[in-house]
């Protein structure tokens, strides 16, 4: 019990961290530091924090930023093209479900990345002897989704 509530703590902080520390509201926490400061007596850095986070948050929306990061990682792990015989498992990532349309409707909705589960039905049909795990779930605190 003491390491479900430990697991439930750590799950529930590391989103609130998560909510804070992602990029894109970083960006926008220095734009609107920059904007207060500009009606202080430190309107230059205000200036200069309004312009860098501007041109940051313009950058990542043109440049598919997350996409450049995560292809090293996905190129890495190169999809399977020889014949393996003796497979144990398949593990899927989770994340292409959208638990709030899925829930609304009453039926898995999936979005980007959706070519995972695909991948991982045909992998699962060639090797029928193996444990099969989708990994993730749900991400939200609250329990509405």
Known sequence: ME??????????VSKMFWMVAQPTTLIGLMV??????????????????VVVS??????????????LLVAPLE???????????DVDGIIVLGGPIDAPLSASRGQ????????????????????PQARGVISGGNSSLTREN
Request: aromatic share 16%.
């Open 75 to 85: 190129n890495r792990f190169s999809a399977q093209s020889e014949k393996v015989e």
């Open 54 to 67: 501007g041109v940051a948050y313009a950058l990542c929306l043109n440049l598919a930023t997350g996409q």
């Open 108 to 127: 898995v909705s999936l979005f980007d990345g959706s070519e995972r589960y695909f991948e991982f039905i045909r992998a699962m049909n060639r090797h």
């Open 32 to 49: 609107l530091l920059g904007a207060v400061l500009l009606w202080t007596r430190w309107r230059r850095l205000g200036r200069m924090m």
């Open 3 to 12: 390491i479900a509530v430990g697991w439930v703590m750590f799950f529930s």
